[in-house]
Each structure stands twice: as structure tokens, then as C-alpha cells.
């Protein structure tokens, strides 16, 4: 079977030389790249020169439609049986593709999407936020778990479908806010089969600072109040809870200054779920500093997406604009 990755990138060439440097070292090797600038001002054209030698690699440059969009331009520019998803922030391991090809052949799946985690070369500060997203104490644990939660969802940091679902689907229907969560849902919707590889994970990057963390989480909050526009029973209670624990933290604080005595007690529960982050983040991590910092990042991942939730829906309401 052959592979076709693609990547959309977006003035991040960096980020590109990392996962283009991990493709080199695969055991599995039959697969083709094509990496697709989406209006990039700073290019990678350059660096995937570089690689031109050492992997089967296109690269095209576009005006900038979104990354839902240029993986589209990518799908159909693609030679393979099955097209593979990889966010540019990302670093493929070793056996990556030997896993999936393995896997496949044992149990074909129509659609198929992997874990994330985070690389020993990553600051403490991209750990932290790995933790965050990837925990089961935060709203990182129920994502992409298809055991707990019934059909596996793919990402699209980490995610594949065959040449059929595309050419069924027609791809990426928007182009951002909630992109992959939709195309997800619709591949189940029309029939087509997901699978979680377990083994098949990533090492992701995401953002390299708290501002870059929050703003991404706020926007993750406001695509589901997007995604509810098209599938209105993807919007669940598991979604409000960090609404609900924004809200929360807001009444704790409000009551200490008002001294309102139910109001007042709200901080031990939220100190109580601190300590937890904590000891599980230091055991987890293996680092207290670390640990710490999940902390940090764990509270941000919450207020930010209950922040971005409450604000899409005050403006789908016509309560703000």
C-alpha cells in the first residue's frame, strides 16, 4: 500500500524541517509527501528542497484558504490508496507507518487516527501543555478515546482515510473551527469505518506559549459551538464543563471578595483539583517543576475553552457580536 502525506503549513518552515527530518528515518518507507504552503509569507520551499534527495516529496504553494481547504488541494494531488493528516508542528516516530501498515492489513479500516504525546527534547513548557491535552483529569482525556466514547473520532494532527472516503466525502467541508471534527463525523455518518491505533502516535508540539495556548484553546471552544451548527447533538454536557468550571472559578472569587459564605468555600474545591493535577502530573511526567506547570496550563486549557464556548454561543444568540 502507498502513502501519501499531507501537510498544509503556514509560516512555519522550522516546524516543517523537524517532521520532514523525522519521515527520513521511517522502517517503513512507501509513502510519498506533498507538503502545500497556504499563503505562507515565510515559505519552506527551501528546506523541502533539502529533502528532495531523501523522500518521494512534492511541495505546492496556494493563496491561503485555511487548513481544512489545503488538505483538500492536497487530497487530490495524492498518488496513494490512503491519504495521511499531519499537522506541521508534529514529529513522526520511527515506527509509525510499520504500525499502521501492520495494522491495516490485520484489520482494514476505512478511516484510522492516533494518540499524541510529548518528545524528551520538548521544553517543560510544551510537556505541560502535552499533559493538559492528553490527560484524563482534563478535557484532553476524552479526546480520540474510542473506547470510552463509542465511534473513535480522528484529528487531524494525526489522522488517515482511504483514496473511497475522499473521493465519497469530497473532503474538508469548512476549512477551520471544528474542521476535523466534522469531516470525522461525517465519514461515520456516511457509513465508513474508524479505527484508534494506539500504537500509532506522534509527538506534537502545539503552541510555545501560554498566550499561544490560551488563544488556541479559546478557539477550540468556539468550534464546537460551530460544530453544533451542523451536527446539534455534538454540543453535550461533557462540553460545558469547562464553562461550568470558568463559571465556578468566577463565583469563588466573586465570593471572597463578598464574603458570601458558600461562595467563599468554592477555592478548596478547585485547590483540591490543583493538588490532584499535581501529584498525577509529577508521577505521569516524572518531573515536579513540570508538574507544576501542568497546573497552570491544565486551568488555562479549561478557562480558555469555556471562555471561547460562552462567547461563540453569546454571539450565535445575537447577545454580542
Known amino acids: 500500500m502507498l502513502y501519501s502525506i499531507i501537510v498544509p503549513v503556514y509560516n512555519r518552515p522550522d516546524e516543517i524541517d523537524e517532521l520532514l527530518a523525522s519521515l527520513t528515518i521511517q522502517s517503513f518507507t512507501d509513502f510519498e509527501v506533498i507538503i502545500v504552503e497556504d499563503g505562507s509569507s515565510l515559505t519552506c520551499e527551501e528546506i523541502v528542497k533539502g529533502y528532495e534527495g531523501r523522500l518521494h516529496i512534492r511541495y505546492f504553494y496556494k493563496e491561503n484558504s485555511g487548513q481544512g481547504f489545503s488538505r483538500n488541494f492536497g487530497f487530490e ?6 491519504f495521511v493528516v499531519f499537522d506541521s508542528d508534529c514529529i513522526i516516530p520511527p515506527h509509525y507507518f510499520e504500525t499502521v501498515n501492520k ?6 479500516s476505512d478511516c484510522w487516527g492516533g494518540p499524541d504525546r510529548a518528545h524528551p527534547t520538548f521544553t517543560i513548557l ?8 492528553t490527560s484524563p483529569l482534563t478535557t484532553g482525556g476524552i479526546r480520540g478515546d474510542g473506547e470510552r466514547l463509542g465511534k473513535f ?4 494532527f494525526n489522522m488517515g482515510i482511504s483514496r473511497e472516503v475522499f473521493e465519497k466525502t469530497g473532503g474538508y467541508k469548512i476549512t477551520r473551527m471544528g474542521e476535523d471534527i466534522e469531516f470525522s463525523l461525517r465519514i461515520i455518518e456516511q457509513g465508513f469505518s474508524t479505527a484508534l491505533i494506539k500504537d500509532a502516535w ?22 464546537r459551538i460551530n460544530i453544533g451548527r451542523f451536527y446539534p447533538g455534538e454540543v453535550k454536557m461533557i462540553h460545558l464543563m469547562p464553562s461550568i468550571f470558568l ?15 458558600l461562595l467563599s468555600q468554592l477555592w478548596k474545591l478547585y485547590a483540591g483539583y490543583a493538588l490532584l493535577l499535581f501529584i498525577h502530573a509529577t508521577v505521569r ?16 486549557q479549561l478557562i480558555a475553552y469555556g471562555a471561547g464556548f ?12
Open 247 to 261: 463559571a465556578g472559578l468566577v463565583l469563588s472569587v466573586a465570593g471572597a471578595f463578598t464574603l458570601v459564605v
Open 126 to 133: 510544551q510537556k505541560a501543555i502535552s499533559y493538559s491535552m
Open 310 to 321: 460562552i462567547t461563540e454561543w453569546l454571539r450565535e444568540k445575537g447577545v454580542i457580536r
Open 153 to 156: 473520532h480522528p484529528r487531524s
Open 77 to 82: 494531488r495524492a498518488e496513494g490508496d490512503y
Open 285 to 300: 511526567e516524572k518531573n515536579p517543576v513540570t508538574a507544576l506547570l501542568a497546573v497552570v496550563t491544565s486551568f488555562i
Open 103 to 108: 495494522f491495516l492489513s490485520e484489520k482494514p
Open 202 to 223: 506522534v509527538y506534537h508540539k502545539r503552541r510555545t506559549s501560554l498566550k499561544q495556548f490560551f488563544s488556541q484553546l479559546f478557539f477550540f471552544g468556539r468550534a
